[in-house]
């Protein structure tokens, strides 16, 4: 072994125990979002035990002491300095920053020291290389990104908003136009939603309801006497009902139309959708944030209802509430809260000057906190829910849903990315910079993950024909790599745990269910990035609300793309361990072990089809009814 391994082995096993201790610590320290039971003045002892407990594994399983205790007083003194440089930091925040410019560090002379002793071919000393550039490159972004998005788990000071506001007064309470867009609605369910505004614990508000392009009257109508009925009730015309045809601009359009049609006394809007059943107090605990004329939006997260019991839709929606409850309160810290749509209020004014919603966007809700912040204006994101709403019935719907979410950033990106360029370079003078960085962030995240799935792939095939062909000398690792992957593993788990259990999730078998949901979308995301980066106008595809339909055969067809491409990963992995040149060459382990990893994700497309189609059938038999295939083509979009 060089001196380099001996110095680099216990730095693969500290910083694989080390991330597992900052996890730990965490944990303990984290009992629910926002509150922190830590103490300043134990921080050096925390650090010590993390560091102790990481070098001590470390020498006890490379053997090799010198080398640990180098490693930890390098990490210590890394963790110092950024705690020191970010004062709002806990010593686990700290801890899991200094993680990234480390474990590249290491990672990389690590795999360098490791192939040069190996007599790896040239072109894979060269690929190594690039995959380390490129890291670089993108370690600062990454840095960045982490501190903001994960200060739930990292912060113990809070500058911004974290909870709501206390009601406002009636007497200063300002008039708040709601509108709901609909379109092609079950009525019962719209209903529902207005009737949970009629109960709204506020005085002044009225409600527009803009029914555009439906075609069928026995939908629209019924909603449109409901109306007239809650205003006979209330006593005054405070709930407003349009049906528009034609009308283009799809559900922003339906907004756009809408603001031509406010009471003129109306200085805020909130938007819902239409089947988001509010709180009581959604708008009296939040309007008084507008007090400050600073505050152009405030934001509630999407919340959902009527999941409990249900394995897809339980999938679903704990896949939905780490981003809500975690990462987008993270942005709100670091004043880079972004609208979302449903339960959000935003200034009349100032959405006006704006230009009012983006038609050509699929995400116009947060593309036009984008333009409010462009304006000077700041926004807040609160953690509390205020509503909830329905999650799509089945899983095919669920990927149209994400297929906007994920290309709406990107068409954000290719329409606003010279605002996000620093001011030298002729960027916005008023975003702020942790604005462009995220926003950047949020547009590239799509396109990068896409890009790194294809060559990982085309990467494992290039690795099993140099086998095959011979190009490719016996790589035994040693076994350090091994304890230090599993210990990494370990720690990735303990981290997913975390992520889960601070949005709320205490049952392992939902966390298990979330990240089959999670890890389902890989492709429709793919698919979504490169669609929002081509300059062709897309769609917008509703999500329906109607109760679904068993899809029978063709919900595993609808899927057949993610499954061929997790059955090639499959075979992929069977060629690599086939091609081995005996039990201590890894390089076919490793391929087989990465391509498997990626397959499993895309192959989770058809597991939450069948867990779809399986709900269509209980539910089916439970009222009474005979499933049969096939079955008639779902309701026209």
């Not at 019924?222 to 209330?234: D, F, K, S, Y």
């Not at 690599?576 to 994700?601: C, M, P």
């Amino acid at each position: 072994m060089s001196i380099t391994r001996e110095i680099l082995d216990p730095g693969l096993i500290y910083l694989a125990m080390m991330s597992l201790c900052t996890t730990a610590l965490m944990a303990i320290t984290i009992r629910r979002a926002f509150a922190i039971e830590d103490d300043p003045a134990r921080e050096p002892a925390q650090l010590a035990v993390c560091a102790l407990v990481s070098a001590l594994v470390a020498a006890l399983v490379s053997g090799v002491v010198s080398g640990a205790i180098l490693v930890a007083a390098v990490s210590a003194l890394l963790t110092l300095g950024i705690r020191i440089a970010l004062p709002r930091l806990t010593i686990a925040g700290a801890q899991q920053l200094a993680l990234l410019p480390l474990g590249w560090i290491v990672g990389t002379l690590w795999t360098y020291s490791l192939f040069t002793e190996a007599a790896m071919p040239t072109w894979m000393l060269i690929a190594m290389a690039l995959t380390s550039a490129v890291s670089a490159l993108l370690l600062g972004l990454t840095f960045a990104v982490s501190l903001a998005r994960q200060a739930v788990l990292t912060h113990r000071d809070w500058r911004r908003p974290i909870m709501p506001a206390d009601p406002i007064p009636a007497r200063r309470a300002p008039k708040v136009s709601i509108h709901l867009p609909a379109y092609a609605e079950p009525p019962e369910v719209v209903i529902a939603t207005l009737n949970a505004l009629s109960r709204l614990d506020y005085p002044n508000f009225e409600v527009l309801i803009c029914d555009n392009n439906t075609q069928d009257r026995n939908l629209w109508m019924p909603v449109e006497a409901h109306c007239q009925r809650l205003n006979r009730g209330l006593g005054e015309a405070r709930f407003r009902f349009f049906h528009v045809s034609p009308l283009p601009g799809a559900k922003a359009g339906a907004l756009n139309w809408l603001l031509d049609h406010v009471e003129s006394d109306a200085d805020l809007v909130a938007v819902i959708d239409a089947d988001y059943v509010s709180d009581a107090d959604f708008l009296s605990r939040l309007t008084g944030f507008f007090d400050d004329p600073k505050i152009g939006y405030v934001q509630t997260p999407h919340d959902y209802r009527a999941y409990e019991g249900d394995a897809y839709l339980t999938s679903c929606y704990w896949e939905y509430m780490p981003n809500n409850k975690i990462e987008l309160s993270g942005l709100n810290e670091y004043n880079a809260a972004i609208t979302i749509g449903t339960m959000c209020i935003v200034r009349r004014d100032a959405l006006l000057a704006a230009g009012k919603w983006a038609e050509w966007c699929l995400t116009e809700d947060s593309e036009v906190s984008v333009r409010f912040r462009e304006l000077g204006y700041d926004g807040i994101y609160l953690r509390d829910t205020f509503g909830r709403g329905l999650i799509p019935e089945n899983f095919a719907d669920y990927k149209k849903q994400r297929f906007r979410w994920t290309a709406g950033p990107v068409q954000q990106l290719r329409r606003h990315w010279r605002m996000y360029l620093p001011r030298v370079l002729g960027g916005s003078a008023q975003l702020n910079r942790w604005s462009k960085v995220l926003e950047w962030q949020r547009g590239v995240e799509p396109l990068l993950g896409a890009i790194g799935t294809i060559l990982g792939f085309v990467g494992a095939i290039a690795g099993v024909v140099s086998i095959a062909a011979g190009y490719v000398p016996t790589l035994d690792l040693p076994p350090v790599f091994w304890t230090a992957a599993l210990i990494a593993a370990g720690g990735s788990l303990a981290a997913t745990w975390l992520r889960y259990r601070l949005s709320d999730c205490n049952d392992m078998g939902d966390m298990l269910l979330g990240e089959i949901a999670r890890m389902s979308l890989t492709h429709i995301q793919m698919v979504g990035g490169f669609a929002g980066f081509s300059a062709k106008p897309l769609a917008w595809r509703r999500t329906p609300k109607f109760r679904g339909q068993a899809a029978g055969l063709r919900a595993l067809t609808e899927t057949m793309p993610e499954t061929l491409i997790g059955l090639a990963h499959v075979a992929l992995a069977i060629a690599a361990l086939a091609l081995r040149q005996g039990a201590n060459d890894d390089v076919g382990l490793l391929i087989a072990l990465g391509a498997t990893v990626s397959g499993v994700r895309f192959l989770c497309a058809p597991v939450m089809a069948l867990l779809s189609e399986r709900r269509f059938a209980t539910t089916a038999a439970a009222e009474g009814d005979v499933v049969t295939f096939p079955v008639p083509a779902a309701r026209a979009a």
